[in-house]
């Protein structure tokens, strides 16, 4: 299992036995201002070329891990969010008949170890660590029989919320979308059990979430199908599934780690708009 991938603009492939035979990885990297996609082998990176939704192949080049920033595992042109897909994140409240979706935006997603910005007039900015599926081609009105086929990988998110905004804003724009509010990686991963993986959060070390991702209550192939009812879905496209438990506010000077089971810790300090 990845715990945390540092380095470069590019997104890489790695095949493992880790968690499970046949699982791979794909994270996007740069090295030497050059952004591309690679599969991750241990300590190295072999290089892809071409688009990692269209069977990329490899260049033959091989890089250190160490040597290079990891980015975003993709860049989605689409950033779609579940609300109160948990129990425990609904508490008393009952569930509801179909998801509860809400926009993102892109220009929210950032990679690993990068700062989500907490902005001047923020005073109540919390984590919700979620696993967030990655969409591999075109997929409008899927049924959910047929949702699989339809997904890349999944990997981990943070859909960082400001609370304050979210309850008296007219709607979540500002409190969901704001940039760097879409932490996003470290890797997108094939071949795990994306409907019982587990999900943890830490807040400067201590855990502050964690859940099964079979706890949700509208699984992957559900929302993917949902979704694409409404919404035509594009290769690299992103939907966070939702938050477990209970959130709390960050602030500037803490890191928040959303590690899952099998795709590894996504970290992120967060930092006052002042400092950028």
């Known amino acids: 299992m990845i715990r945390s991938l540092q380095a470069v603009s590019f997104v890489l492939l790695v095949t493992t036995s880790t ?6 990885r794909y994270v996007r990297y740069s090295v030497a201002g050059r952004v591309s996609y690679g599969i991750l082998d241990g300590e190295n990176i072999r290089e892809l070329s071409g688009n990692l939704f269209e069977s990329p192949h490899q260049s033959g080049r091989t890089l250190k891990l160490a040597a290079v920033k990891l980015l975003a595992p993709c860049e989605p ?4 969010g579940v609300g109160f897909n948990y129990q425990t994140h609904l508490g ?5 008949t179909y998801p509860g979706l809400f926009a993102k935006m892109p220009t929210s997603i950032i990679g690993p170890e990068a700062d989500i910005i907490c902005p001047e007039d923020a005073t109540n900015l919390h984590f919700e660590g979620e696993m967030v599926v990655v969409i591999g081609r075109r997929a409008s009105h899927v049924a959910v029989a047929d949702a699989g086929q339809y997904i890349f990988g999944v990997t ?14 007219l709607q979540w724009f500002r409190a969901k979308g704001t940039d760097t ?50 919404v035509t879905l594009e290769a690299g496209d992103v939907i966070y599934t939702g938050t477990p438990g209970t959130t709390k506010p960050m602030k500037p000077g803490d890191t928040v780690e959303v590690e899952i089971e099998g795709i590894g810790t996504l970290r992120n300090r967060i930092a006052s708009s002042a400092s950028h």
């Open 92 to 96: 008393q409240r009952a569930a509801a």
């Open 77 to 80: 042109k689409k950033v779609i």
């Open 19 to 24: 968690v499970q035979a046949q699982v791979t």
């Open 181 to 230: 509010f879409g932490p996003l990686g470290p890797a997108i991963v094939q071949g795990l059990n994306y409907d019982d993986l587990l999900l943890q959060t830490r807040l400067n070390g201590e855990v502050v979430q964690s859940q099964r991702t079979s706890d949700l209550i509208f699984n992957v192939h559900s929302i993917v199908s949902y979704v694409s009812r409404y």
């Open 156 to 169: 981990a998110g943070n859909d960082v919320s400001e609370r304050d905004w979210q309850k008296n804003d």
